[in-house]
Protein backbone atom coordinates (compact mmCIF):
# COMPACT_ATOMS: atom_id res chain seq x y z
CA UNK A 1 0.00 0.00 0.00
CA UNK A 2 1.06 3.41 -0.87
CA UNK A 3 0.25 7.08 -0.16
CA UNK A 4 0.67 9.10 -3.50
CA UNK A 5 0.89 12.68 -3.70
CA UNK A 6 0.49 14.29 -6.61
CA UNK A 7 0.83 18.43 -7.45
CA UNK A 8 -1.68 19.67 -9.88
CA UNK A 9 -1.25 22.21 -12.93
CA UNK A 10 -3.80 22.87 -15.37
CA UNK A 11 -2.07 20.45 -18.02
CA UNK A 12 -5.88 18.63 -18.15
CA UNK A 13 -7.67 21.42 -19.13
CA UNK A 14 -5.81 22.85 -21.74
CA UNK A 15 -6.05 19.09 -22.79
CA UNK A 16 -9.87 19.29 -22.97
CA UNK A 17 -9.73 22.48 -24.46
CA UNK A 18 -8.37 20.99 -27.53
CA UNK A 19 -8.87 17.07 -27.25
CA UNK A 20 -8.02 16.44 -31.09
CA UNK A 21 -4.26 17.10 -30.03
CA UNK A 22 -4.21 14.34 -27.96
CA UNK A 23 -7.04 11.65 -29.24
CA UNK A 24 -7.42 10.16 -32.84
CA UNK A 25 -9.69 11.96 -34.93
CA UNK A 26 -13.71 11.14 -35.04
CA UNK A 27 -12.61 8.48 -32.46
CA UNK A 28 -15.81 7.33 -29.43
CA UNK A 29 -13.21 9.04 -26.65
CA UNK A 30 -12.97 12.46 -28.72
CA UNK A 31 -16.95 12.72 -29.93
CA UNK A 32 -17.65 11.75 -25.89
CA UNK A 33 -15.52 14.59 -24.53
CA UNK A 34 -16.67 17.04 -27.20
CA UNK A 35 -20.32 16.41 -26.64
CA UNK A 36 -19.79 16.04 -22.76
CA UNK A 37 -18.03 19.70 -22.35
CA UNK A 38 -16.20 18.23 -18.61
CA UNK A 39 -14.80 21.97 -18.17
CA UNK A 40 -18.08 22.80 -18.21
CA UNK A 41 -19.26 20.97 -15.67
CA UNK A 42 -19.74 23.04 -12.49
CA UNK A 43 -23.58 23.62 -13.50
CA UNK A 44 -22.91 24.12 -16.92
CA UNK A 45 -20.50 27.50 -17.05
CA UNK A 46 -16.90 27.95 -17.06
CA UNK A 47 -16.09 29.34 -13.31
CA UNK A 48 -13.30 31.57 -12.97
CA UNK A 49 -13.94 32.26 -9.30
CA UNK A 50 -11.69 29.90 -6.87
CA UNK A 51 -14.29 30.27 -4.00
CA UNK A 52 -17.36 29.61 -6.18
CA UNK A 53 -15.56 26.46 -7.49
CA UNK A 54 -14.36 25.30 -4.21
CA UNK A 55 -18.53 25.49 -3.05
CA UNK A 56 -19.60 23.55 -6.17
CA UNK A 57 -16.64 20.60 -5.67
CA UNK A 58 -17.66 20.22 -1.87
CA UNK A 59 -21.46 19.95 -2.86
CA UNK A 60 -20.17 17.21 -5.15
CA UNK A 61 -17.79 15.45 -3.54
CA UNK A 62 -19.79 15.45 -0.07
CA UNK A 63 -20.33 11.54 0.19
CA UNK A 64 -24.22 10.51 -0.18
CA UNK A 65 -26.46 11.48 3.40
CA UNK A 66 -24.05 14.06 4.93
CA UNK A 67 -24.80 17.57 5.34
CA UNK A 68 -23.07 19.61 2.64
CA UNK A 69 -23.95 17.68 0.14
CA UNK A 70 -25.69 19.21 -3.00
CA UNK A 71 -27.41 16.33 -4.81
CA UNK A 72 -27.76 17.99 -8.05
CA UNK A 73 -24.20 18.74 -7.97
CA UNK A 74 -23.28 15.23 -7.11
CA UNK A 75 -25.73 14.08 -9.81
CA UNK A 76 -24.35 16.43 -12.52
CA UNK A 77 -20.68 15.19 -12.23
CA UNK A 78 -21.61 11.87 -12.19
CA UNK A 79 -23.24 12.08 -15.35
CA UNK A 80 -21.17 14.40 -17.06
CA UNK A 81 -18.29 11.76 -15.83
CA UNK A 82 -20.24 8.88 -17.75
CA UNK A 83 -20.61 10.56 -20.73
CA UNK A 84 -17.33 11.67 -21.15
CA UNK A 85 -15.90 8.30 -20.40
CA UNK A 86 -13.51 9.67 -17.84
CA UNK A 87 -12.85 6.13 -17.06
CA UNK A 88 -11.58 5.37 -20.06
CA UNK A 89 -9.13 8.62 -20.64
CA UNK A 90 -5.43 7.84 -21.83
CA UNK A 91 -2.81 9.10 -19.17
CA UNK A 92 -1.04 10.68 -22.01
CA UNK A 93 -3.74 13.83 -21.27
CA UNK A 94 -2.13 15.52 -18.69
CA UNK A 95 1.76 15.51 -16.83
CA UNK A 96 -0.04 14.37 -13.89
CA UNK A 97 -1.39 11.04 -14.78
CA UNK A 98 1.24 10.12 -17.77
CA UNK A 99 4.26 10.80 -14.48
CA UNK A 100 1.47 8.27 -12.28
CA UNK A 101 1.50 5.53 -15.06
CA UNK A 102 5.10 5.84 -15.78
CA UNK A 103 6.02 5.10 -11.87
CA UNK A 104 4.08 2.64 -11.48
CA UNK A 105 4.35 1.26 -14.77
CA UNK A 106 0.57 0.74 -16.08
CA UNK A 107 -2.69 2.61 -16.23
CA UNK A 108 -2.89 6.15 -14.12
CA UNK A 109 -5.17 4.42 -12.12
CA UNK A 110 -5.59 4.19 -8.02
CA UNK A 111 -5.42 0.72 -6.50
CA UNK A 112 -8.19 -0.22 -3.98
CA UNK A 113 -5.71 -0.21 -1.13
CA UNK A 114 -3.21 2.97 -1.93
CA UNK A 115 -4.53 6.77 -1.15
CA UNK A 116 -3.87 9.27 -3.78
CA UNK A 117 -3.58 12.87 -2.28
CA UNK A 118 -3.83 15.72 -4.96
CA UNK A 119 -2.87 18.94 -4.07
CA UNK A 120 -3.93 22.01 -5.82
CA UNK A 121 -3.20 25.49 -6.06
CA UNK A 122 -5.97 28.23 -5.05
CA UNK A 123 -7.28 28.60 -8.41
CA UNK A 124 -10.40 27.88 -10.37
CA UNK A 125 -8.10 25.86 -13.34
CA UNK A 126 -6.39 24.33 -10.94
CA UNK A 127 -9.30 22.64 -8.75
CA UNK A 128 -10.75 22.15 -12.39
CA UNK A 129 -8.01 20.20 -13.66
CA UNK A 130 -7.69 18.56 -9.86
CA UNK A 131 -11.06 17.33 -10.67
CA UNK A 132 -11.08 15.51 -13.81
CA UNK A 133 -7.34 14.83 -12.83
CA UNK A 134 -9.04 12.85 -9.42
CA UNK A 135 -11.81 10.96 -11.52
CA UNK A 136 -9.92 9.40 -14.03
CA UNK A 137 -7.04 8.00 -11.18
CA UNK A 138 -10.73 6.97 -9.50
CA UNK A 139 -11.46 4.74 -12.83
CA UNK A 140 -14.30 7.36 -13.42
CA UNK A 141 -16.24 7.36 -10.37
CA UNK A 142 -16.49 10.30 -8.86
CA UNK A 143 -18.13 8.37 -5.44
CA UNK A 144 -14.19 8.10 -5.06
CA UNK A 145 -13.11 11.20 -5.17
CA UNK A 146 -13.32 13.31 -1.99
CA UNK A 147 -12.69 17.21 -1.77
CA UNK A 148 -10.37 18.81 1.25
CA UNK A 149 -11.31 23.01 1.33
CA UNK A 150 -8.35 23.31 3.12
CA UNK A 151 -5.61 21.11 4.68
CA UNK A 152 -7.36 21.29 7.84
CA UNK A 153 -9.68 19.46 7.14
CA UNK A 154 -9.70 15.91 8.14
CA UNK A 155 -7.91 13.63 5.64
CA UNK A 156 -9.42 10.52 7.36
CA UNK A 157 -11.70 7.94 5.00
CA UNK A 158 -8.96 8.30 2.08
CA UNK A 159 -7.85 4.38 1.96
CA UNK A 160 -9.03 3.66 -1.76
CA UNK A 161 -9.64 7.03 -2.82
CA UNK A 162 -8.74 10.25 -4.13
CA UNK A 163 -8.49 13.40 -2.04
CA UNK A 164 -8.60 16.73 -3.88
CA UNK A 165 -6.83 19.21 -1.61
CA UNK A 166 -7.31 23.08 -1.89
CA UNK A 167 -3.79 24.70 -0.72
CA UNK A 168 -4.12 28.68 -0.52
CA UNK A 169 -0.89 30.19 -1.39
CA UNK A 170 0.20 27.94 -3.74
CA UNK A 171 -0.13 29.96 -6.64
CA UNK A 172 2.34 32.58 -4.79
CA UNK A 173 3.09 36.06 -5.81
CA UNK A 174 5.12 36.42 -2.97
CA UNK A 175 7.62 34.78 0.32
CA UNK A 176 4.45 35.68 2.33
CA UNK A 177 1.89 33.10 0.16
CA UNK A 178 4.48 30.61 0.19
CA UNK A 179 5.14 30.60 3.50
CA UNK A 180 1.37 30.52 3.96
CA UNK A 181 1.67 27.24 1.19
CA UNK A 182 4.30 25.62 3.18
CA UNK A 183 2.57 25.36 6.68
CA UNK A 184 -0.81 24.18 4.61
CA UNK A 185 1.80 21.57 3.27
CA UNK A 186 2.97 20.80 7.05
CA UNK A 187 -0.01 20.39 8.48
CA UNK A 188 -1.53 18.02 5.36
CA UNK A 189 1.37 15.84 6.13
CA UNK A 190 0.70 16.04 9.47
CA UNK A 191 -2.69 15.46 9.33
CA UNK A 192 -2.35 12.95 6.74
CA UNK A 193 -0.11 10.50 9.89
CA UNK A 194 -2.27 11.13 12.51
CA UNK A 195 -5.69 11.02 10.93
CA UNK A 196 -5.17 8.66 7.46
CA UNK A 197 -4.78 5.72 8.73
CA UNK A 198 -1.65 5.19 7.27
CA UNK A 199 0.90 2.46 8.10
CA UNK A 200 4.28 3.87 10.20
CA UNK A 201 6.28 2.37 7.55
CA UNK A 202 3.92 2.91 4.59
CA UNK A 203 5.84 4.84 1.81
CA UNK A 204 5.21 7.64 0.20
CA UNK A 205 5.41 8.68 -3.56
CA UNK A 206 5.52 12.33 -4.45
CA UNK A 207 4.63 13.31 -8.54
CA UNK A 208 5.63 16.93 -9.28
CA UNK A 209 5.27 16.95 -12.69
CA UNK A 210 2.02 18.96 -12.50
CA UNK A 211 1.47 22.56 -10.96
CA UNK A 212 3.53 25.79 -10.09
CA UNK A 213 6.90 24.93 -11.08
CA UNK A 214 7.88 27.24 -8.63
CA UNK A 215 5.81 24.97 -5.96
CA UNK A 216 8.28 22.34 -6.82
CA UNK A 217 10.90 22.78 -3.74
CA UNK A 218 7.95 23.71 -1.51
CA UNK A 219 6.48 19.97 -2.04
CA UNK A 220 9.87 18.70 -2.26
CA UNK A 221 10.59 19.99 1.20
CA UNK A 222 7.17 18.27 2.03
CA UNK A 223 8.85 15.10 0.75
CA UNK A 224 11.95 15.77 2.59
CA UNK A 225 10.19 15.99 5.62
CA UNK A 226 8.40 13.34 5.63
CA UNK A 227 11.45 11.25 4.81
CA UNK A 228 12.85 13.47 8.31
CA UNK A 229 10.68 12.23 10.59
CA UNK A 230 11.02 9.17 13.28
CA UNK A 231 10.51 5.82 11.63
CA UNK A 232 12.61 5.51 8.31
CA UNK A 233 9.32 5.87 6.08
CA UNK A 234 9.96 5.33 2.45
CA UNK A 235 9.86 8.58 0.56
CA UNK A 236 10.08 8.98 -2.83
CA UNK A 237 9.52 12.37 -5.16
CA UNK A 238 8.96 11.77 -8.97
CA UNK A 239 9.26 14.54 -12.45
CA UNK A 240 8.41 13.91 -16.05
CA UNK A 241 11.01 15.66 -18.21
CA UNK A 242 8.13 17.05 -20.75
CA UNK A 243 10.38 16.18 -24.36
CA UNK A 244 11.17 12.74 -23.32
CA UNK A 245 8.95 9.23 -23.76
CA UNK A 246 11.52 7.59 -21.13
CA UNK A 247 9.99 6.39 -17.41
CA UNK A 248 9.76 9.64 -14.70
CA UNK A 249 13.32 10.72 -13.17
CA UNK A 250 13.69 10.12 -9.46
CA UNK A 251 14.61 13.03 -7.15
CA UNK A 252 16.88 13.34 -4.83
CA UNK A 253 16.03 13.73 -1.30
CA UNK A 254 17.45 14.71 1.95
CA UNK A 255 17.20 13.36 5.23
CA UNK A 256 17.42 15.39 7.79
CA UNK A 257 17.48 13.54 11.51
CA UNK A 258 14.90 14.07 13.98
CA UNK A 259 16.84 14.96 16.27
CA UNK A 260 18.75 18.43 14.57
CA UNK A 261 14.95 19.41 13.13
CA UNK A 262 13.82 19.13 17.20
CA UNK A 263 17.14 20.83 18.74
CA UNK A 264 16.73 23.67 16.14
CA UNK A 265 13.61 24.31 15.61
CA UNK A 266 11.50 23.19 18.71
CA UNK A 267 12.65 25.96 21.06
CA UNK A 268 12.66 29.09 20.28
CA UNK A 269 11.47 30.46 23.27
CA UNK A 270 7.57 31.11 22.28
CA UNK A 271 8.51 33.86 19.77
CA UNK A 272 9.08 33.93 15.71
CA UNK A 273 12.25 35.78 16.15
CA UNK A 274 15.70 34.97 17.34
CA UNK A 275 18.58 37.27 18.40
CA UNK A 276 20.96 34.74 17.07
CA UNK A 277 20.84 31.01 15.39
CA UNK A 278 20.43 28.07 16.91
CA UNK A 279 24.44 27.05 18.04
CA UNK A 280 25.01 24.55 15.05
CA UNK A 281 22.99 26.12 12.76
CA UNK A 282 22.86 23.11 10.17
CA UNK A 283 19.40 24.47 9.05
CA UNK A 284 20.72 27.58 8.39
CA UNK A 285 19.54 28.97 4.94
CA UNK A 286 16.93 26.53 5.00
CA UNK A 287 14.52 26.76 8.03
CA UNK A 288 15.66 29.94 9.35
CA UNK A 289 17.94 33.03 8.03
CA UNK A 290 18.86 36.55 9.09
CA UNK A 291 16.52 39.36 8.90
CA UNK A 292 17.38 42.80 9.87
CA UNK A 293 14.93 42.07 13.14
CA UNK A 294 17.43 38.97 13.71
CA UNK A 295 16.76 35.47 12.80
CA UNK A 296 13.15 34.44 11.49
CA UNK A 297 11.61 30.92 10.24
CA UNK A 298 11.76 30.74 6.61
CA UNK A 299 9.03 29.48 4.94
CA UNK A 300 10.96 26.10 4.79
CA UNK A 301 11.01 26.58 8.59
CA UNK A 302 7.36 27.01 9.05
CA UNK A 303 6.54 23.68 6.65
CA UNK A 304 8.83 21.33 9.69
CA UNK A 305 7.43 22.83 12.22
CA UNK A 306 3.61 22.00 11.28
CA UNK A 307 4.79 18.47 10.14
CA UNK A 308 6.92 17.97 13.48
CA UNK A 309 3.93 18.79 15.29
CA UNK A 310 5.78 22.23 17.11
CA UNK A 311 4.01 25.57 17.09
CA UNK A 312 5.00 27.93 14.26
CA UNK A 313 6.66 30.63 16.36
CA UNK A 314 8.57 27.12 18.16
CA UNK A 315 7.84 25.58 21.53
CA UNK A 316 8.30 27.84 24.99
CA UNK A 317 10.94 25.98 26.82
Known sequence: MTVHVISVGVSLRDSLAEPHK???????LLLAIRAGKPLLVMDGKQVDDAEEASRWLAGALTAEGHPGRDAASAARLAEVSEQVKAGQWPARLSAELDTFAR??????RLGSGDIAVLI?????????SGLWNAVVLAGGKPDRVRYLASAAESPAGLRGRVGLVRIAGLDAEDEEDFRTA????GMLGRRLLDEGGIDPAEPFRFYLSGGF?????????????????????????????????????RLPLRYI???IVRQELGRWGGSAVRSSPPRDR?????????????WRMTAFGDGLCEL??????????
Do not use: C
Open 22 to 28: SLAAASA
Open 103 to 108: VMQGGA
Open 120 to 128: SSDTSGGLL
Open 182 to 185: MRGL
Open 213 to 249: KAAIPYLIGLAEGLRSLPGNRPVNAYVLHEATTSAAI
Open 257 to 259: APE
Open 282 to 294: FLDGYAYEPYADG
Open 308 to 317: FGFDVAGLSP
